[in-house]
DNA sequence: CCCTTTCTGTCACCGAGTGTCAAGGGAGTC
DNA sequence: GACTCCCTTGACACTCGGTGACAGAAAGGG
């Protein structure tokens, strides 16, 4: 990982900036409150002026909108991966299990970054955006592993709304549990999804009137 | 409805302030586009001052908010007076209609207004954010009309997600549609429920494992 | 070593949004 | 009618998000 010098020093110097803003961004932003905290002090905290930062981001809520499209990505590719022979609810449950691993290690900050999203209505707003372009992308993918017109059918579209509703969900009982230890992501992601999986796998059957 | 004092002076005032600076606003953004319109104009071409358009409205987003909210609550309202007898796929579809109806007679200045809506990030973002609790609310109303636990069950929740879904592929292909009049939105509504309703009444039977 | 490209900080600027204050006009009281 | 209370409004000043323009520094290529 360190011994390639492929990228230029220009560009890797340009990512450690990019980094650099968004640790930055993200430990104030949880800690302070999306209002509280301005660019100028993210700016400052990262080492760069504040005509800097919106060379990077196009604007503050575009710093965590990046970071979740990132999130957003690793789903759709992970679901790309899953083999085509597997349920649909399997699949899916392992794309949003995708998402769950990245917080691996960061549990502390990942929450304060979640419960950050879920509270501040402008990041809501951006954020249901990113999940409804989640969802249609998702719907693509579902109906090419099945066969199906996305563009026609219902399901491809109702399945990744589920999964996505199942996610909504996991997050919110996360975000507002105790600290302590109590609540587990990985659990609570089966649970969730134990719960869409009958729906999932069955509204197939009904979707597609002649 | 002229002859009712039952309002002060006052509270009438405040309401035509408040119409006008919404009928101004709506206009100059619906020709204009989001961005290209500031506050001060808005609240020049409604007679008033930019700081008392802000006691009005909480931001610029806020006059369209207030526009969608008035929408949403029509519909809830709507759903609350179908009989409980009612298919879920024909109330919602009654319930639906009824944001459909508040728009004729404006038809030209509504389909602007949506394509503003769709068109503009931040203002789909707050729309999402909307459709979200409309989601909610609805999904409350369904499950006191079918007798089941709104927190435990999926299928209202559901049903309500694909009402909506419903309604947004209407305003989709009626705001892209062209201006003529070969798209009928009564039509298009009807078509589109008449696409999710078998899942809409199928579904229920699926969602509540033991 | 020079020249071009890219990145950066500084400065000036616009628009959104807010706190403050003083002025205006209803509504009730004497 | 005069006085008072309350609500609304406009004007002003200010903060902060976001952008355009310019000049200097640094990487890369000849």
Redesign the pocket.
């Known amino acids: 990982m360190t011994s390639r010098p492929a990228a230029?020093?220009?560009q890797r110097?340009?990512q450690l900036?990019a980094d650099e803003l968004t640790r930055a961004a993200l430990e104030l932003l949880a800690d302070g409150g999306f209002d509280a905290?301005?660019?100028?002090e993210i700016?400052t905290a990262a080492?760069?002026?504040?005509?800097?930062f919106?060379?990077?981001f196009?604007?503050?809520?575009?710093v965590v909108v990046q970071f979740l499209a990132a999130l957003g990505a690793a789903m759709r590719e992970e679901l790309a991966r899953r083999p085509a022979t597997e349920a649909p609810s399997v699949a899916l449950r392992h794309a949003v299990w995708r998402c769950v691993e990245d917080c691996a290690g960061h549990e502390e900050r990942a929450r304060k970054v979640v419960r950050l999203v879920l509270s501040t209505p402008a990041l809501l707003a951006r954020f249901l955006e990113r999940q409804a372009q989640w969802r249609d992308e998702l719907a693509v993918q579902l109906a090419e592993r099945l066969g199906l017109d996305a563009g026609r059918e219902l399901y491809p579209r109702l399945a990744a709304d589920m999964a996505l509703a199942a996610f909504h969900t996991v997050l919110q009982r996360w975000s507002t549990a105790d600290a302590g230890g109590g609540v587990d992501l990985v659990v609570l992601t089966r649970d969730s999804f134990a719960v869409v999986a009958p729906a999932l796998d069955a509204v197939v059957r009904t979707s597609a009137p002649a």
């Open positions: 230029s020093l220009a110097k340009r900036v905290v301005t660019v100028d700016a080492g760069v002026s504040k005509r800097t919106f060379r990077y196009a604007s503050k809520e575009d």
